[in-house]
């Protein structure tokens, strides 16, 4: 079985390689499980590698900010190994000049972890919201969990209430320890946009003209995003 990891320009594996790598100086890795979370061994040996990896990093790397950033937090919570690790990296990660980030797009997926609700909330100084209209009925809870001010609740069910409809952009809501908190609007370029965007006409209409370029992604986008820079200056 091979589970790839990306270090920053190419892919190596690191189930079943045949050589030794050294993870402790990649500068940037991507543990993607999606293809073992259900495997019962598979799954827990990579919890380990990656448990194991970034500890060595955090305590070996001295004068580096270290970053572990948790995507989808709700599968790393499922393991109950995990749930007590990243407990234990939000009370002990500064100390080594390094700092957790984990996303999710539930809250719940947080809160319904005793184990890790209070690390996560309180030792997190900065705080990053996106639209959250769909928790409008519950947002107190929502509110009474993070400690927010109802100054910080108005502005962030203000996030995305007035967007410009010629524009594509969307809002987003940043806390900084109680201190200072902020909406900003996140504009990329329309070769950025045609890149991450997640609407299913617009990958198509990239994966469709990239096949009639060879295949060739990079040059699909570019003509694509020239093409919505053009309409969009003819629009009066």
């Not at 061994?41 to 270290?66: A, D, H, P």
């Not at 572990?68 to 190994?81: C, D, G």
Request: glycine share 4%; with cysteine.
């Amino acid at each position: 079985v091979l589970e790839p990891f990306y270090s920053g320009g190419e892919y190596d594996f690191l189930l079943n390689s045949n050589s030794k790598i050294d993870l402790l100086h990649k500068r940037f890795v991507v543990f993607e499980v999606d293809a073992i979370k259900d495997h019962d061994i598979l799954f827990q040996i990579v919890t380990l590698i990656i448990m194991e990896m970034f500890i060595n990093k955090m305590r070996r790397l001295k004068g580096e900010r270290k970053i572990i950033v948790i995507e989808e937090a709700w599968k790393a919570l499922m393991n109950k190994s995990m749930e007590m690790y990243i407990k234990y990296l939000y009370k002990t990660v500064r100390k080594f000049y390094g700092s957790v980030a984990t996303v999710t797009q539930e809250i719940d997926d947080i809160i319904s972890s005793p184990i890790v609700k209070g690390s996560i909330v309180n030792n997190s100084d900065c705080k990053i919201l996106l639209d959250q209209r769909k928790y409008l009925n519950k947002f107190s809870q929502i509110q009474s969990l993070l400690g927010l001010t109802d100054k910080e609740k108005a502005q962030i069910l203000s996030v995305n209430m007035s967007n410009d409809p010629k524009r594509k952009y969307k809002e987003v809501w940043f806390g900084l320890g109680g201190v200072q908190s902020t909406v900003y609007a996140t504009e990329v370029s329309p070769e950025e946009y045609l890149c991450y965007t997640t609407e299913e006409s617009e990958k198509v209409e990239v994966e469709q003209l990239a096949k009639q370029l060879d295949g060739n992604i990079e040059l699909a986008i570019r003509r694509l995003a020239e093409k919505k820079r053009n309409q969009s200056n003819e629009i009066p």
